[in-house]
């Protein structure tokens, strides 16, 4: 019996993921829900990095903005991600040290 519960939610887990993959190329949007759906991986990334940026160091909140700020700037600058993530964490070791 626990196999096919297993099975089941696996089938449910998976279908929602695979089934877009299929039906991506025979929907047509109108161009404002495809801007918006552009949209969804900006806000998803911002809503991941920026509590954390707050967390840096709890006592000094300061710090993570600065950070931020610093990583705003490289990536502005149009640097390779790793210089831009190594920036931040360097000026967060700079200002913590």
Not at 3 to 30: C, E, K, N, Q, S
Not at 76 to 91: H, K
């Amino acid at each position: 019996m626990i196999i096919w519960a297993i099975i089941g939610m696996a089938v449910v887990t998976a279908v929602p993921r695979i089934l877009p993959a299929f039906i991506v190329d025979y929907v047509h949007f109108p161009k404002w829900v495809d801007r918006w759906l552009n949209a969804i991986p900006y806000a998803a990334l911002g809503a991941l990095i920026f509590p954390g940026i707050l967390t840096v160091k709890p006592e000094a909140p300061q710090i993570g903005v600065i950070a931020g700020m610093v990583g705003i700037l490289l990536a502005w600058l149009n640097l390779n991600i790793i210089i831009v993530i190594m920036g931040a964490i360097a000026s967060v070791f700079l200002m913590t040290f």
